[in-house]
Structures are given as structure tokens and as C-alpha cells.
Antibody, heavy 119, light 111 residues
């Protein structure tokens, strides 16, 4: 069974850093396209970043230079390192996997972890 | 910037059919796959349609997807509406950099 479990969210002050984790099971993260998608309170879905199976990484303009996506193949875990956090980064962050290892779109979703940026 | 526009809300009665549209701001929506996600209050999104018109296992065949090149739009069609279909629905496609773009979401009310 495919499972994605996010962790690492919490309350952080503006300008601070936080690392989100997405521990996966039932598949090998390195063989799939893995995305981070966020949702601000009461708002819609917003793509953040993706790492392809080959290791290429891409970012939304709003987070490029501040966020870094990575994975640890030995732990089958996806990460999102977030720096210089802003109030507008407050959101539930979802990690997602593609369908079959070649699709640049979320298919399986985690339950999300809440990040609150506030002083 | 490429955008996907959805109606803010739609409502329909149980047993009826509803269509939720998703219109691309430029280019050809038919040139990239469109996905649709359902999100119930307090829950994570789930996939109801992928690659324009494919249904994940477990999604009832009351859900279908289509593409209309003439209007540069995609549609999610839900027939035989049930109260459990009440949720927010999001379409997703891609911009010119092949980055994921989501529509603003449509709140479906089944009354």
C-alpha cells in the first residue's frame, strides 16, 4: 500500500528555517516524481516544488532560492528545507507522488503538515 | 503567467449531473494532461481524474473528464450526484515551463 506521511511542521518566526519530511512506504521514492504542494488557510492548492526520479529539481517562483527539495534514498524519505520563511508561507504542506514514475502530477497524497509563520 | 480558471461554486440536486469547467488562459489545454482532485473539508486532496479522462481504481464511473479544444477548457462531469460528492474540486495542468498549475477550486454543493 502506498503511504506518504509528512512531519516537521509547526510554528516558526518570520525569517526562520524549517525542514519538512515525507516518509514513504509501499514504493521507492527515487523511482517516482515527488512533489510538494501547499494550501494556505482557506485558499486553494499551490505547487511548490518537484524532484524527478532522475534527480532534477524545480521550484515555484515564490520559493525559488529559499526552499530546497531533496530525498534520502536510504531512508526512502523526501524533504523540503525552507529558509527565510515569510508569513505568506503559512500553509498545510502536502507531499505527493506521481502515478507511474513518469508523470509530472500528484496522484497519491499525504495527509499534510501545517506550517505557521508568525511572530 | 498561465492560469486555470474555475467557477467559484456550483450547486445541483442529488441524482442530477453537474459539470465543472477549467479554462486555460493561453496556449492549448489539449497539449498537456489535466488532472482533477477532490478535497473534502479537513482532508487531503484525492485524485478523481488523471490524464484528462482516466479514473483511479475506486473512483466511481459517475466521475468523468473531458477536453474541449474549441473553448480551451477541461471539464469534470459528475453524474448521479450524491451528497458525499459535496467537496472542493481542483483542476491541474502545466505552464510553459512544464510546472504544475492548479485552478482556484470549485465548491460543489449537493442540495
Amino acid at each position: 500500500e502506498v503511504q506518504l506521511v509528512e512531519s516537521g511542521g509547526g510554528l516558526i518566526q518570520p525569517g526562520g528555517s524549517l525542514r519538512l519530511s515525507c516518509e514513504v512506504s509501499g514504493f521507492t521514492a527515487s523511482r517516482n516524481y515527488m512533489s510538494w504542494v501547499r494550501q494556505a488557510p482557506g485558499k486553494g492548492l499551490d505547487w511548490v516544488s518537484i524532484i524527478y526520479s532522475g534527480g532534477s529539481t524545480y521550484y515555484a517562483d515564490s520559493v525559488r532560492g529559499r526552499f530546497t527539495i531533496s530525498r534520502d534514498d536510504s531512508k526512502n524519505t523526501l524533504y523540503l528545507q525552507m529558509k527565510s520563511l515569510r508569513a505568506e508561507d503559512t500553509a498545510v504542506y502536502y507531499c505527493a507522488r506521481d502515478f507511474d514514475g513518469s508523470g509530472n502530477y500528484p496522484y497519491y497524497w499525504g495527509q499534510g503538515t501545517l506550517v505557521t509563520v508568525s511572530s | 503567467n498561465f492560469m486555470l480558471t474555475q467557477p467559484h461554486s456550483v450547486s445541483e440536486s442529488p441524482g442530477k449531473t453537474v459539470t465543472i469547467s477549467c479554462t486555460g488562459s493561453s496556449g492549448s489545454i489539449a497539449s498537456n494532461y489535466v488532472q482533477w482532485y477532490q478535497q473534502r473539508p479537513g482532508s487531503a486532496p484525492t485524485t478523481v481524474i488523471y490524464e484528462d479522462n482516466q479514473r483511479p481504481s475506486g473512483v466511481p464511473d459517475r466521475f468523468s473528464g473531458s477536453i474541449d479544444s474549441s473553448s480551451n477548457s477541461a471539464s469534470l462531469i459528475i453524474s448521479g450526484l450524491k451528497t458525499e460528492d459535496e467537496a472542493d474540486y481542483y483542476c491541474q495542468s502545466y505552464d510553459s515551463s512544464n510546472h504544475q498549475v492548479f485552478g482556484g477550486g470549485t465548491k460543489l454543493t449537493v442540495l
